[in-house]
């Protein structure tokens, strides 16, 4: 009897086996449909095996020669396996609905038992496969069983008709379902069931990407088609492939917009990824236009030929005229998926299918891993950005020499440049800075005719470096590195040297090496002799920014050539004149300066002082504010401040933003409209020396939004100020120092909006003058310090948005002169602290998005000055309380609340504008059964009943869900008191995963509520 040739819902295959213990163990598998089971009684292990047996015979012939003993032994074996597996499918969801695949895996040996070695040696050869395989080659007639020949074969019945394909062949697949391959045309635009059968398993047979887990029947054999035609997934497949790869995200994930779109910045949301068929409108993707996009670093149209290389955007009538390749408008040519949260995966080998790409930016993620080697098949990429991430291995050899813009820098590599770099032709900049590479400089880049710029600082690389005549050179950057030697020739054109921090010695070289420079940086290595005359003032465009800001040029220690270096005698901290200051006298005796080479950073005799531009070594006023101009890129804040700031002969007490007292000593910094560190580079954070201002009462900080660095320790010897606002200040980083428990006049501290981090220092209860403390939107850790009610004064205390954890300090009730409490969108627990009757100022409290469960304290109803409740989204605030004279705002809803809500309330005139007169109740809360936007009745939004099905679970909400029977017990266990029943009787509620298995709950034989036995609640 050949039953089950008519039962294989798949197939019927030699393929390579999943037991990661066995990688070249090939396995027998068969699906068998539970209908089919049924309907012809395989309902054993007996029947399965011996009509197994009966179908290989006929399909693979008779097996060898075996003994009587031998087979019935490999049968009884086989049975007891397959026994075990079709026990365990009897107890899945798939058993009992009739809707299941039954898969039974025969091992190696019974295949090697029937057949022999020859059977499998095939399969184990595909089992040690290389991961890419070459492309398709055309069908040709291959025998049925030939396993030497082809990884696997699949076997499907489609009208009494069956054929073989094997991994890669895409005819012998189609031709599996029915289908004519001549003409794509016959194919049938809706898959059948016989096709879901063959394709859906080709997702881990022929080893696709992951995504194709996504995919419908209709889509696979779409990617099928296009596949066989181009030997090339579609874009929209790579990039989703891409997508998958680079977030980490599980494709099968079906929840997963929902549950990672603020996680990816947006872009399965409003980004659109995924979810719009036109892959071409998804954030960060550009199709058809080869113009500057993006990302673009280095790359300008400079002249005739870059231009027409950037012309195809569809907006010029000459590209054919140019003769200009332009791609089809819907082929993707550039990705900017820069800066994007959680992008912490790896690259693909099919990125290689963008034919059209040309530019690729993914700087600043968390990508790892390595560069593929399919890369090199790219045949139009000419931008490439992984800058920024944690790409690690040597330095990729197998890049497109299309290439024109290479950004390495920031990432881990390791190793020496390879030689392979030398193909690259047409590179004009290249940075692969901060890495770990090794060895000497490559003299081929010298060799690059269209090369612009090459920054290979923050290596350990070593030598000496080589001769660079390239005539296009403009910037060479080496900085920090461990080379000996310089070179005997720079490049003609260069602008831009770095070789700080490195081994270089030796007299200072000839100043022609550096005619056509406007920045030099050498500081950190030893050099001896004098800075050339010609290096000056004028030739250094950056250092002259810094001089002018201190007002060197009309100084005695601005020498020149201390831009460049310190000479010998002078000393600063970076060997020449920085952002601290310039170079200080060090005294020396002249055997002492002979020896002593330039850029000196330290002086045995002085410690260096910032900002001492007249070497007097005590700091003025105005040179502690001059400090603070150079420290946050003064030169960006605005010329109106500029051209006060560095004169040095404005008075302290006329610069713009500065205040002074009748002494004219310096009493608030106030630089309002000032562009603060507008100029990233040029930012170096608050200097300390603010402290040193003793007079000062104000300083106004607020909105400067670049502003980096942290709050000086130092700052807490400002023993008469008076405000501090940071606010807006959203580069600040680092925690609050605890210093700042030492202003003791301080009645205004302001720092929200900011990136303050640590926890919260007990320290702020010593300011008992502070009338003001807002903190919110930073992201603090720790809990709020039970010293905070020492601040007397206090009136407005605002922590929310702050990521504080633990419980409302009971003391927080000392506070009487309080007004303002909110502590809202934290992670708070516990009770609202219950004596709350000392707040007698208060008139706002709201702590809504916590997790706060407890009774609302009656005291509330008693504060004659609180007008404002918001305490939405919490855990259980309930019961509520009753009467108030002054409240007109509570907002309670999105809590366990349960009621019932008191008549007092109901009737409150005042609340909500008085719409308890219209709707009662239903303006406090809405009740059970029903919801509104805001939880209660307004004049634009009634209680609405809940749609057929839904209901809510508590009083005030603003949706309705499917509630459950379980959902149902478990409110009722809630509104009961349930956790003061009895033990017994409250056994196995909430906790059993089965509800009838809860005291007192009865359930009919379909699992639905008959009795509940409960204990009522004691009142």
Same mark, same amino acid.
């Given at each position: 009897?050949?039953?089950?040739?008519?039962?294989?819902?798949?197939?019927?295959?030699?393929?390579?086996?999943?037991?990661?213990?066995?990688?070249?163990?090939?396995?027998?598998?068969?699906?068998? #449909?539970?209908?089919?089971?049924?309907?012809?009684?395989?309902?054993?292990?007996?029947?399965?095996?011996?009509?197994?047996?009966?179908?290989?015979?006929?399909?693979?012939?008779?097996?060898? &020669?075996?003994?009587?003993?031998?087979?019935?032994?490999?049968?009884?074996?086989?049975?007891?396996?397959?026994?075990?597996?079709?026990?365990?499918?009897?107890?899945?969801?798939?058993?009992?609905?009739?809707?299941?695949?039954?898969?039974?895996?025969?091992?190696?040996?019974?295949?090697?038992?029937?057949?022999?070695?020859?059977?499998?040696?095939?399969?184990?050869?595909?089992?040690?496969?290389?991961?890419?395989?070459?492309?398709?080659?055309? $069908?040709?007639?291959?025998?049925?069983?030939?396993?030497?020949?082809?990884?696997?074969?699949?076997?499907?019945?489609?009208?009494?008709?069956?054929?073989?394909?094997?991994?890669?062949?895409?005819?012998?697949?189609?031709?599996?379902?029915?289908?004519?391959?001549?003409?794509?045309?016959?194919?049938?635009?809706? !898959?059948?069931? =016989?096709?879901?059968?063959?394709?859906?398993?080709?997702?881990? @047979?022929?080893?696709? +990407?992951?995504?194709?887990?996504?995919? =419908?029947?209709?889509?696979?054999?779409?990617?099928?088609?296009?596949?066989?035609?181009?030997?090339?997934?579609?874009?929209?497949?790579?990039?989703?492939?891409?997508?998958?790869?680079?977030?980490?995200?599980?494709?099968?994930?079906?929840?997963?917009?929902?549950?990672?779109?603020?996680? *990816?910045?947006?872009?399965?949301?409003?980004?659109?990824?995924?979810?719009?068929?036109?892959?071409?409108?998804?954030?960060?993707?550009?199709?058809?236009?080869?113009?500057?996009?993006?990302?673009?670093?280095?790359?300008?149209?400079?002249? #005739?030929?870059? =231009?027409?290389?950037?012309? !195809?955007?569809?907006?010029?009538?000459?590209?054919?005229?140019?003769?200009? $390749?332009?791609?089809?408008?819907?082929?993707?040519?550039?990705?900017?998926?820069?800066?994007?949260?959680?992008?912490?995966?790896?690259?693909?080998?099919?990125?290689?299918?963008?034919?059209?790409?040309?530019?690729? %930016?993914?700087?600043?993620?968390?990508?790892?891993?390595?560069?593929?080697?399919?890369?090199?098949?790219?045949?139009?990429?000419?931008?490439?950005?992984?800058?920024?991430?944690?790409?690690?291995?040597?330095?990729?050899?197998?890049? +497109?020499?299309?290439?024109?813009?290479?950004?390495?820098?920031?990432?881990?590599?390791?190793?020496?440049?390879?030689?392979?770099?030398?193909?690259?032709?047409?590179?004009?900049?290249?940075?692969?800075?901060? =890495?770990?590479?090794?060895?000497?400089?490559?003299?081929?880049?010298? @060799?690059?005719?269209?090369?612009?710029?090459?920054?290979?600082?923050?290596?350990?690389?070593?030598?000496?470096?080589?001769?660079?005549?390239?005539?296009?050179?403009?910037?060479?950057?080496?900085?920090?590195?461990?080379?000996?030697?310089?070179?005997?020739?720079?490049?003609?054109?260069?602008?831009?040297?770095?070789?700080?921090?490195?081994?270089?010695?030796?007299?200072? &070289?000839?100043?022609?090496?550096?005619?056509?420079?406007?920045?030099?940086?050498?500081?950190?290595?030893?050099?001896?002799?004098?800075? +050339?005359?010609?290096?000056?003032?004028?030739?250094?465009?950056?250092?002259?920014?810094?001089?002018?800001?201190?007002?060197?040029?009309? %100084?005695?220690?601005?020498?020149?050539?201390?831009?460049?270096?310190?000479?010998?005698?002078?000393?600063?901290?970076?060997?020449?004149?920085?952002?601290?200051?310039?170079?200080?006298?060090? $005294?020396?005796?002249e055997d002492e300066l002979e020896k002593k080479a330039l850029g000196q950073t330290t002086c045995s005799s002085k410690d260096y002082i910032a900002g001492d531009v007249d070497g007097d070594g005590v700091l003025s006023e105005r040179e502690i504010l001059q400090l603070f101009y150079v420290f946050t890129g003064g030169r960006e804040w605005g010329t109106d401040f500029q051209k006060h700031w560095e004169n040095v002969n404005t008075k302290t007490c006329d610069l713009p933003g500065v205040s002074c007292g009748g002494d004219g000593e310096v009493i608030a910094i106030t630089p309002n409209n000032a562009k603060l560190c507008a100029g990233s580079s040029d930012c170096h954070g608050l200097p300390s020396e603010i402290g040193m201002l003793r007079s000062l009462q104000i300083i106004g900080l607020s909105g400067a939004s670049k502003l980096?660095?942290?709050?000086?320790?130092?700052?807490?010897?400002?023993?008469?100020?008076?405000?501090?606002?940071?606010?807006?200040?959203?580069?600040?980083?680092?925690?609050?120092?605890?210093?700042?428990?030492?202003?003791?006049?301080?009645?205004?501290?302001?720092?929200?909006?900011?990136?303050?981090?640590?926890?919260?220092?007990?320290?702020?209860?010593?300011?008992?003058?502070?009338?003001?403390?807002?903190?919110?939107?930073?992201?603090?850790?720790?809990?709020?310090?039970?010293?905070?009610?020492?601040?007397?004064?206090?009136?407005?205390?605002?922590?929310?948005?702050?990521?504080?954890?633990?419980?409302?300090?009971?003391?927080?009730?000392?506070?009487?002169?309080?007004?303002?409490?909110?502590?809202?969108?934290?992670?708070?627990?516990?009770?609202?602290?219950?004596?709350?009757?000392?707040?007698?100022?208060?008139?706002?409290?709201?702590?809504?998005?916590?997790?706060?469960?407890?009774?609302? +304290?009656?005291?509330?109803? *008693?504060?004659?000055?609180?007008?404002?409740?918001?305490?939405?989204?919490?855990?259980?605030?309930? $019961?509520?309380?009753?009467?108030?004279?002054?409240?007109?705002?509570?907002?309670?809803?999105?809590?366990?609340?349960?009621?019932?809500?008191?008549?007092?309330?109901?009737?409150?005139?005042?609340?909500?504008?008085?719409?308890?007169?219209?709707?009662?109740?239903?303006?406090?809360?809405?009740?059970?059964?029903?919801?509104?936007?805001?939880?209660?009745?307004?004049?634009?939004?009634?209680?609405?009943?809940? &749609?057929?099905?839904?209901?809510?679970?508590?009083?005030?909400?603003?949706?309705?869900?499917?509630?459950?029977?379980?959902?149902?017990?478990?409110?009722?266990?809630?509104?009961?008191?349930?956790?003061?029943? #009895?033990?017994?009787?409250?056994?196995?509620?909430?906790?059993?995963?089965?509800? !009838?298995?809860?005291?007192?709950?009865?359930?009919?034989?379909?699992?639905?509520?008959?009795?509940?036995?409960?204990?009522?609640?004691?009142?």
């Open positions: 009897m050949m039953i089950l040739s008519t039962l294989l819902l798949a197939l019927l295959a030699l393929v390579p086996s999943a037991a990661k213990n066995h990688p070249n163990d090939i396995q027998l598998r068969l699906a068998l #449909d539970v209908a089919d089971i049924i309907k012809f009684n395989l309902d054993d292990a007996d029947k399965i095996v011996d009509n197994a047996m009966n179908f290989l015979a006929t399909t693979r012939g008779r097996p060898k &020669p075996n003994t009587e003993e031998q087979m019935e032994s490999m049968k009884a074996a086989l049975k007891v396996q397959v026994q075990t597996q079709l026990d365990q499918f009897r107890t899945t969801a798939g058993w009992s609905e009739g809707a299941g695949t039954f898969q039974i895996y025969f091992p190696l040996e019974f295949i090697r038992g029937l057949y022999g070695e020859s059977a499998v040696a095939g399969a184990e050869s595909a089992a040690k496969k290389p991961e890419t395989r070459p492309p398709p080659s055309p $069908p040709g007639h291959q025998s049925k069983w030939d396993v030497q020949q082809f990884m696997g074969v699949f076997e499907t019945t489609r009208d009494n008709t069956s054929a073989y394909a094997t991994i890669i062949d895409h005819d012998a697949i189609f031709q599996s379902l029915g289908w004519e391959t001549t003409t794509f045309a016959d194919y049938p635009s809706v !898959c059948d069931d =016989n096709a879901k059968m063959v394709l859906m398993p080709l997702i881990e @047979e022929l080893d696709l +990407p992951n995504n194709f887990r996504r995919y =419908n029947c209709e889509r696979l054999v779409e990617e099928m088609k296009h596949h066989r035609m181009t030997g090339r997934w579609s874009e929209r497949a790579v990039l989703e492939e891409f997508f998958f790869a680079l977030s980490e995200i599980p494709p099968e994930d079906e929840r997963i917009s929902k549950a990672n779109e603020k996680k *990816l910045g947006g872009l399965l949301g409003s980004g659109k990824w995924l979810s719009d068929s036109d892959h071409c409108s998804w954030d960060g993707i550009t199709c058809g236009s080869t113009t500057v996009g993006p990302g673009a670093r280095g790359m300008e149209e400079e002249d #005739d030929d870059a =231009n027409k290389k950037t012309r !195809c955007d569809g907006k010029m009538d000459v590209d054919q005229l140019l003769n200009i $390749p332009c791609p089809p408008k819907t082929a993707v040519t550039k990705i900017d998926l820069t800066s994007i949260p959680y992008m912490n995966g790896t690259l693909i080998n099919n990125l290689y299918m963008l034919t059209n790409l040309h530019r690729l %930016n993914l700087m600043k993620n968390d990508i790892h891993g390595t560069v593929p080697e399919s890369f090199s098949e790219f045949k139009k990429l000419e931008f490439l950005d992984l800058s920024d991430n944690l790409m690690t291995s040597q330095l990729p050899r197998n890049l +497109p020499s299309t290439l024109e813009e290479v950004w390495f820098e920031n990432n881990a590599f390791t190793g020496s440049i390879p030689d392979d770099f030398s193909r690259f032709e047409a590179l004009r900049f290249i940075d692969m800075s901060n =890495n770990q590479l090794t060895g000497t400089i490559p003299s081929y880049f010298a @060799e690059m005719t269209r090369l612009n710029s090459l920054a290979l600082a923050g290596n350990k690389l070593t030598g000496s470096i080589p001769d660079f005549d390239a005539p296009g050179m403009d910037v060479l950057d080496f900085t920090d590195n461990k080379l000996t030697g310089m070179p005997d020739i720079f490049p003609p054109d260069l602008s831009e040297l770095k070789l700080g921090s490195n081994q270089l010695k030796g007299p200072f &070289p000839d100043s022609k090496l550096f005619e056509t420079l406007t920045l030099l940086n050498v500081t950190g290595n030893d050099f001896t002799g004098e800075v +050339p005359t010609k290096l000056e003032l004028d030739d250094s465009e950056e250092y002259f920014n810094l001089w002018r800001s201190f007002g060197c040029d009309k %100084n005695t220690l601005c020498k020149p050539g201390h831009n460049i270096l310190c000479s010998p005698g002078y000393f600063s901290p970076v060997g020449a004149v920085s952002e601290l200051g310039p170079c200080q006298v060090c $005294p020396l005796s980096t660095g942290t709050l000086p320790p130092e700052w807490g010897k400002l023993e008469k100020l008076n405000v501090l606002k940071l606010d807006k200040c959203s580069s600040l980083k680092g925690a609050i120092p605890t210093e700042i428990g030492n202003l003791k006049s301080l009645k205004i501290l302001d720092l929200s909006s900011s990136g303050f981090t640590g926890q919260l220092p007990s320290e702020l209860g010593q300011l008992s003058d502070l009338t003001t403390l807002n903190l919110s939107l930073n992201s603090f850790r720790g809990s709020i310090p039970s010293e905070i009610s020492q601040m007397k004064s206090l009136k407005q205390l605002v922590l929310s948005r702050c990521k504080l954890k633990g419980r409302i300090p009971e003391n927080i009730q000392n506070l009487q002169q309080l007004e303002n409490l909110e502590l809202y969108g934290n992670n708070l627990t516990g009770p609202i602290p219950s004596n709350l009757m000392g707040m007698v100022s208060l008139k706002r409290l709201d702590m809504f998005s916590n997790k706060l469960t407890s009774s609302l +304290p009656a005291e509330l109803g *008693l504060l004659k000055n609180l007008q404002i409740i918001h305490l939405k989204e919490n855990r259980t605030i309930d $019961p509520i309380f009753g009467s108030s004279s002054s409240l007109v705002d509570l907002k309670l809803g999105g809590n366990r609340i349960h009621g019932p809500i008191p008549n007092t309330l109901c009737s409150n005139k005042k609340i909500h504008e008085g719409l308890a007169s219209k709707y009662g109740c239903d303006a406090i809360l809405c009740p059970l059964g029903t919801y509104s936007k805001e939880g209660y009745a307004t004049s634009s939004s009634e209680c609405k009943p809940c &749609p057929s099905g839904q209901s809510s679970l508590h009083l005030g909400a603003s949706s309705c869900v499917s509630i459950s029977q379980r959902e149902i017990l478990a409110m009722f266990y809630d509104v009961m008191g349930g956790e003061s029943w #009895d033990e017994e009787l409250r056994r196995g509620w909430k906790t059993l995963p089965n509800e !009838c298995d809860w005291s007192g709950v009865s359930c009919d034989d379909n699992g639905e509520l008959n009795t509940l036995a409960f204990q009522m609640r004691q009142t």
